[in-house]
């Protein structure tokens, strides 16, 4: 699974890189510790009498569909191998795709003293993690964005270390993928993603980094700190 990941990119740095035309959040800060719950950025499209906009919006990390109530779930995650099926994700995969910006995610392995983290990155400063959103009400009545990190069987680094990984997006089908038209059928977007994060999962590498990265709710540990992901050497 991705339940971790670092987005230091600015906003305007955002917009630059996706070509986003507005709904800039210019309250994001960068984080290197971004953890479920919280709030990140997202790309997505929406069309409008004819006219489609691409914008950078303020998220949810964790789905909450507009009918889900309550504590119903809010996966982080959904599997590429069933998203286009699962009743809680096959609304949004069929019309509510995003980018979900990030410059590398973490995940961690045990060992005899404990959890290890390690930063999984590509060869860019950032990559484009397919997502989902939706869109509904929150307990005080206003619109509010989640989204969920689209995931698949790890064929990177991170198989060493865990058994799935997000589903990054080549440059060449941001666009495809971001469409807002209403996919008729699926199968053809699913096979899209499988080859395309191949393709990018040859680009994947992984070190070690601090256990700081461990607790995402230490308020000593600044999630603004570069050094969280700068690599550390093992002891033997």
């Known amino acids: ?21 507005g709904g800039d959040f210019r309250d994001w800060r960068p984080s290197y510790n971004v953890a479920p719950t919280e709030t990140t950025l997202v790309v997505r499209e929406r069309e409008h009498d004819g006219d489609v906009t691409r914008t950078l919006d303020a998220v949810s990390w964790g789905l ?40 590398g995610y973490y995940e961690w392995q045990t060992l005899p003293d404990g959890k290890q983290p390690y930063y999984i990155h590509g060869q860019t400063p950032v990559l484009a993690a397919a997502g989902l959103y939706e869109v509904r009400k929150d307990d005080d ?18 198989g060493e270390i865990h058994d799935r990984m997000p589903v990054f997006l080549t440059d060449d089908v941001r666009a495809d993928w971001l469409r807002p038209a209403k996919l008729g059928e699926t199968d053809s977007m ?3 993603l499988d080859s395309v994060s191949l393709t990018m999962a040859s680009t994947i590498t992984s070190y070690p980094v601090s256990r700081r990265v461990n607790s995402s709710r230490d308020d000593s540990v600044a999630k603004d700190d570069p050094t969280l992901v700068e690599p550390i050497e093992l002891a033997e």
């Open 141 to 158: 009545g206003e619109w509010a964005l989640s989204m969920t990190i689209i995931t698949r069987e790890a064929a990177d680094a991170s």
């Open 1 to 21: 699974m991705c339940g971790r990941f670092a987005m230091d990119q600015k906003t305007d740095d955002l917009i630059q890189e996706f070509v986003a035309e």
């Open 64 to 103: 909450r569909p507009a009918w889900s109530k309550g504590k119903s779930p809010a996966p982080i995650n959904a599997r590429l191998e069933s998203v286009a099926t699962n009743g809680m994700f096959r609304n949004a995969f069929a019309a509510r795709r995003c980018i979900v910006p990030m410059n």
């Open 190 to 192: 699913v096979s899209m």
